[in-house]
């Protein structure tokens, strides 16, 4: 069973699973786990750790259109250092003084490889779903992309000054805010920009029609990438830029530019099905874990 039918088979027993946040009243709460393996390229650091695990959680609470209230998170690990422990706690405390939440605590556990599970909580009287998008919507996506790929790049090749640099993203709790009240749905984009598209069309019961001139890509992979199709690959299927992919009425859309206090760029607009880049297919495909 691969990952995408693994979620069929939780989506199927669990009735509020399919959004990046449960819902219970006006909580919101995401759990995630990352794995030194799959996660963390060597030359990662403790505090890079902290920050990125913990912000991939705050990251579902932003893309709930919350307010981000706190996260913990678990540490194993082989064998307990001090200064890789306090690192990682430095880490976990920034990007949540970032987005204004706090950090309350977590667990420590002996593990045979480094691991990392966390869990963030938020608030929303009128949270955004993934079901909410109607054709002639615009879709749209924050910040740009390819940077996590460009940051593998600059891992393999020994630059991990810039590489930690890059792998630290701030969850764009903000802009969730800003867009709750405009967004027709919403989700963030850890599995890639193509695979965050499939998703919410599915969810919404629609199609995307989008233009890949339009899609913002982060200045990192212009230098890195070995190809226009290396590019392509880094900005639409890599996965893990942490962005939000969301759908706006059109009614809605400058004021939902206006307000939102990151870039917000329209890459195309919601039709009736299929999901297309410049007219071809899509191929649903993306970050996988494990």
Known sequence: MDEQAAL????????GAGDDCAVVDDLVATTDMLHETSDFPDG?????????????????????????????AVYAAPSFE??????????CLDVCAAVNAEYVGGDLDGHQEFTVSTTAFGRSDDPVYRSGATPG???????????????????????TERANELFRFEPRVATGRALESHASAMMDSSDGLA???????????CGMSVSYDTVPIDPAVDRLADSPDDERELAVHFGEDFELVCTIPEASLSTAIDV??????RIGTVTDEGI?????????RGFTHG
Not at 82 to 91: K, M, P, R, T, V
Not at 152 to 158: A, E, S, V, Y
Not at 276 to 284: H, I
């Open 8 to 15: 069929s088979l939780v989506g199927g027993a669990v009735s």
């Open 44 to 72: 990662t650091t403790r505090y890079t750790a902290g920050w990125r695990a913990v912000g991939a959680s705050l990251s579902d609470v932003a893309a709930m259109g919350a307010e981000a209230t706190a996260a913990l």
């Open 82 to 91: 001090d200064s890789e422990l306090e690192s990682f706690l430095a880490g």
């Open 137 to 159: 919507d615009a879709v749209c996506v924050t910040g740009t992309f390819g940077r996590s790929g460009a940051a593998l790049r600059l891992f393999d090749r020994g630059d």
């Open 195 to 205: 695979r965050s598209l499939h998703q919410l069309a599915a969810a919404s019961d």
């Open 260 to 265: 939102a206090p990151t870039k917000v760029t």
């Open 276 to 284: 297309r880049m410049n007219g071809v297919p899509l191929p649903d």
